[in-house]
Nanobody, 115 residues
Framework: QVQLMESGGGLVQAGGSLRLSCAAS????????MAWYRQTPGKQRELVAA???????NYADSVKGRFTISRDNANNWVYLRMNSLKPEDTAVYYC?????????WGQGTQVTVSS
């Protein structure tokens, strides 16, 4: 089992920045990759950014050049730095960990970008 706890969401004006953090605990040795997803009401959860244990990253086209995912393997944290935020980035952001065939999710943190 892996437990994930997000923090860092909030309200920000368009053009501003936020950093989301996710702390992993439990069977962290089994984690292969970690990611951030987001979801708005009535829509499917979508991948925002992902990072493997080796440091390879992948981003949604909508956030490329604005968001940066990073990982602190020693301390079991994953971060999402979000710059140049847009109102359309407003969503609940979820931390995700993949361990073998299992997906684990945090409880989510709200990010609201005002215009």
């Amino acid at each position: 089992q892996v437990q994930l706890m997000e923090s860092g969401g909030g309200l920000v004006q368009a053009g501003g920045s936020l950093r989301l953090s996710c702390a992993a605990s439990g069977s962290i040795f089994a984690i292969n990759a970690m990611a951030w997803y987001r979801q708005t009401p009535g829509k499917q959860r979508e991948l925002v950014a992902a990072i493997t244990s080796g440091g390879s990253t992948n981003y949604a086209d909508s956030v490329k050049g604005r968001f940066t995912i990073s990982r602190d393997n020693a301390n079991n944290w994953v971060y999402l730095r979000m710059n140049s935020l847009k109102p359309e980035d407003t969503a609940v952001y979820y931390c995700n960990a993949v361990a073998g065939q299992y997906f684990y999710w945090g409880q989510g943190t709200q990010v609201t970008v005002s215009s």
